[in-house]
C-alpha cells in the first residue's frame, strides 16, 4: 500500500553523488533545508517514459517553477551515481538535479520503494512527486496502485497547476536549420529575444531533406513550429512575433 506523507519530513539519508570524478556526500539537509524543493521520482534511468516526457517537461518548466518560488528541481531514482550523471547528460536535462538512491535508502524510507522483479530491476522506486519546503512535504502526487508504470498526476503540468495554476507555459518550438545558414541565425536570434526556448534540428544531423519536406511541404530553411503549427521561414516567424506583441 503506498502511503501519502504530506505533513511529513522527508527520511534523513545520504546520497552518494559524483562529482569531478570525486565522490561528495550530500545529505538530505543539505538538499531541503530552508529551500523549497520538487522532487519527482521514477522506476529507472533510460527507460521509456521517464526519458521520453517525465524528465523533459520538468527540465523545460523549470524556469517557470523558478519564478513561483522553487529552489530547486530534483529528480531521484535507485541507480547509482555513474548512471545518474551520464542520464543527465543524455538529456540535457541541466535544469535539474539528479540525485542517485542506488541503495534505495531514500525510497524506502518514502515507502516507494516496490519490487520490479519480473523486469529484472530488482528493487526501485515507485513513480511520484512531490513538493517539500525546509524538508516537510507540502503535497505529494503518487501514482494510482496498477499493474505497471503508470504516469498520470505526478508529471511536471499537475505540479505547476498545484503550484501557479495561472502560470504560463513556454511553448513548444522547433526550429529546422542547416549549417551557414544566415536566415537560421536570424531565427534563432528572434526566438533568442523573444525569450522563446526551441530544440533546433539540423540538416544531415538530425534530419535529411525528405524529412523537411514531409513535415513542412517545403525543402527551404529555416522551418518554425510552434505548439504544433506550422509557422514557416524567418520572415513569417517574424510576422508571428509580432502579432503576439500586438496582442
Known amino acids: 500500500m503506498l502511503v501519502n506523507h504530506e505533513g511529513q519530513q522527508v527520511p534523513q539519508v545520504t546520497f552518494r553523488t559524483r562529482q569531478d570524478h570525486e565522490w561528495v556526500d550530500i545529505s538530505t539537509d543539505d538538499v531541503f533545508k530552508g529551500k523549497t524543493v520538487i522532487v519527482f521520482s521514477l522506476p529507472g534511468a533510460f527507460t521509456p517514459t521517464c526519458s521520453s516526457t517525465h ?56 515507502g516507494m520503494l516496490v519490487p520490479k522483479n519480473e523486469l529484472g530491476f530488482g528493487e526501485r522506486s ?12 507540502e503535497k505529494q502526487f503518487i501514482e ?14 499537475s505540479m505547476l497547476e498545484y503550484i501557479a495554476p495561472d502560470a504560463a507555459r513556454p511553448s513548444d518550438v522547433t526550429v529546422f536549420t542547416r549549417e551557414g545558414c544566415e536566415f537560421c541565425v536570424r531565427a534563432r536570434g528572434m526566438l533568442h529575444d523573444a525569450g522563446m526556448q526551441f530544440e533546433e534540428l539540423v540538416l544531415n544531423r538530425d534530419y535529411s531533406e525528405s524529412t523537411i519536406r514531409a513535415v513542412s511541404g517545403h525543402s527551404t530553411v529555416p522551418q518554425v513550429f510552434i505548439n504544433g503549427e506550422y509557422i514557416g521561414g524567418s520572415e513569417a516567424l517574424e510576422a508571428h512575433l509580432n502579432k503576439i506583441r500586438a496582442v
Open 55 to 110: 524528465v523533459p517537461r520538468y527540465n523545460q518548466l523549470a524556469p517557470v517553477f523558478k519564478q513561483h518560488g522553487v529552489d530547486e528541481i530534483i529528480c531521484i531514482s535507485v541507480n547509482d551515481a555513474f548512471v545518474m550523471n551520464e542520464w543527465r547528460k543524455e538529456q540535457h536535462a541541466f535544469n535539474v538535479t539528479f540525485l542517485p538512491d542506488g541503495n534505495g535508502d531514500f525510497s524506502r524510507g518514502m
Open 126 to 137: 515507485w513513480r511520484y512527486s512531490m513538493l517539500v519546503k525546509d524538508g516537510v512535504i
Open 144 to 157: 494510482p496502485d496498477v499493474p505497471g508504470d503508470p504516469f498520470e498526476v505526478s508529471d511536471a503540468d
